[in-house]
């Protein structure tokens, strides 16, 4: 009934950027939390960005500095802005979100960055 769908994944340079972004459908009365996780082969997931329902944010380590998260209420989609992209930054991205007082996850969009 409540659907996640990511966009915007795709092949990068090093060095450059990338728009993702997730909208949450179906029989929604609230969202809280939403963010994006990523895991790259052979590691764990780990946290990218969160974001409340006012808008507070959290960034993971791999995040910080280069990464802005964003979101629209009325749209129940949120954005992940990355920048100065490395290699290392090569995984699929999830998205999460609390729906009405559950966790939902999207299917996951690849990132790769490459020369």
């Known amino acids: 009934q409540v659907q996640l769908v990511e966009s915007g994944g795709g092949l990068v340079q090093p060095g450059g950027s990338l728009r993702l972004s997730c909208a949450a459908s179906?029989?929604?009365?609230?969202?809280?939390?939403m963010g994006w996780y990523r895991q790259a082969p052979g590691k764990e997931r780990e946290l990218v960005a969160s974001?409340?329902?006012?808008?507070?944010?959290r960034y993971g380590v791999p995040a910080k500095g280069r990464c802005t998260i964003s979101r629209d209420n009325a749209k129940n989609t949120v954005y992940l802005q990355m920048n100065s992209l490395k290699p290392e930054d090569t995984a699929v991205y999830y998205c999460?979100?609390?729906?009405?007082?559950?966790?939902?996850w999207g299917q996951g969009t690849q990132v790769t960055v490459s020369s």
């Open positions: 999460y979100a609390q729906i009405n007082w559950r966790d939902y």
């Open positions: 179906g029989s929604i009365f609230g969202i809280d939390a």
């Open positions: 974001i409340s329902n006012g808008g507070r944010t």
